[in-house]
């Protein structure tokens, strides 16, 4: 299953996965349709736990509420502390990849291992001021590497361009296998950046809900992937 997923996310990238953060939880229904009308094809849901991050969001009740709406693969990233405790709760509540913090654990190849246990695709996070090394070790047991632009724990933060390089350096420990995501500031101004770094998965968060339309702002990044494709 775990294979299966990365095989999906990768036909479609680079993508954008907008982060359901900003969106309107008391419409959650008619926001994941207008999304999916857009073309969106995968969804990322941030979870923090006001401890390994300030702020505070939702846990798997959100998750399966948004399982229970649609079908697209849901990534789920967990901004939380002690991640292991919580990942056959994730799981069964319908995430597809499941991603945590390296800062967040003490043995990142335990909880990679229990993800996989529990057939999920694992993802290994690093804010913007962790170095690569951090994550080396683990990073070929790995299905995603999220590079985070920012520090986690807040939409809407300006994105970190020293960041850009940590892709090759993802890329040149784990393979053509691992699929690379960004998260943090990804908008019209930083996109073509990310994508041209080799990017793959594109989590846009406040660039997309900060407007009444999702589907002229979504159309409008795409064309722009495309554009870096394209050259
Ligand atoms: C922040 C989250 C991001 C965030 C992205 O810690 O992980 O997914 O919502 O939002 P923008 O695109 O506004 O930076
Ligand atoms: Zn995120």
Redesign the pocket.
């Known amino acids: 299953m775990a294979r299966q997923i990365v095989d999906v996310l990768r036909n479609d990238s680079p993508q954008i996965l907008p ?1 359901l ?1 900003m969106c309107d939880f008391g419409n959650l229904e008619r926001e994941i349709g207008r999304l999916e009308a857009a073309g969106i094809k995968a969804l ?1 849901l ?1 979870v923090m736990d006001g401890v390994f ?1 300030p702020n505070f969001t939702y846990g798997m009740t959100i998750v399966e509420a948004v399982r229970k709406i649609t079908s697209l693969p849901l990534d789920v ?1 967990l ?1 939380i502390q002690d991640p292991i405790r919580y990942v056959d709760a994730f799981v069964d509540a319908g995430a597809d990849v499941l991603t945590f913090h390296a800062e967040a654990v003490d043995d990142a190849q335990k909880v990679i291992d229990q993800i996989h246990r529990r057939g999920a695709a694992a993802g290994i996070a690093i804010n913007s001021k962790t170095p690569v090394s951090k994550i080396e070790d683990c990073l070929p047991s790995c299905q995603l590497a999220l590079i985070m632009s ?1 520090e ?6 300006k994105f970190e361009e020293s960041v850009l390089v940590k892709f090759q350096q993802v890329r040149d420990i784990a393979g053509t296998d691992i699929l690379l995501e960004v ?4 908008n019209a101004s930083t996109i073509e950046k990310s994508v041209a770094y080799g990017a793959e998965l594109l ?5 997309i809900f900060g407007h009444a339309n999702y589907e002229p702002i979504i159309n409008s990044l795409n064309s722009q992937i495309a554009a870096v494709k394209n050259v």
């Open positions: 982060s953060l990322h941030d991050v990233h901004m920012i986690a724990g807040f939409g809407g933060q998260d943090g500031g990804v989590v846009v968060g406040s660039a």
